[in-house]
């Protein structure tokens, strides 16, 4: 009999550690992680649980600057030492160069 551990998570994908700016309409943000299918940003604006956003996260490459455009869903919230976090699932996303 094998036992089954009680930890639910529902993300799919690998989350990697990183910082990053990030925009939120014109609210400043920085990136906690980052996988293919969401986000966790940091910030002192406020977000709802559900709310849809758009956000653009400033990216460098051996070619340049890029920007990534993405559409998404506010999926968790946390308010830690005066700032909020949340999860954000991302719905649909494009890249261009600066």
Known sequence: MQAKLAVSDSRREERVPVSLQAKVNEAECMTRDVSPSGVFLESNAV????E???????????GGK???KCN????RIE??????GVAVKIVESSIRSA
């Open 47 to 50: 977000f709802d649980l559900g």
């Open 52 to 62: 849809k956003i758009d956000f653009v996260i400033d990216l460098d490459s051996p």
């Open 66 to 68: 890029l920007i990534l």
């Open 72 to 75: 998404g869903e506010v999926v």
């Open 79 to 84: 308010e830690q030492n005066g700032k909020v």
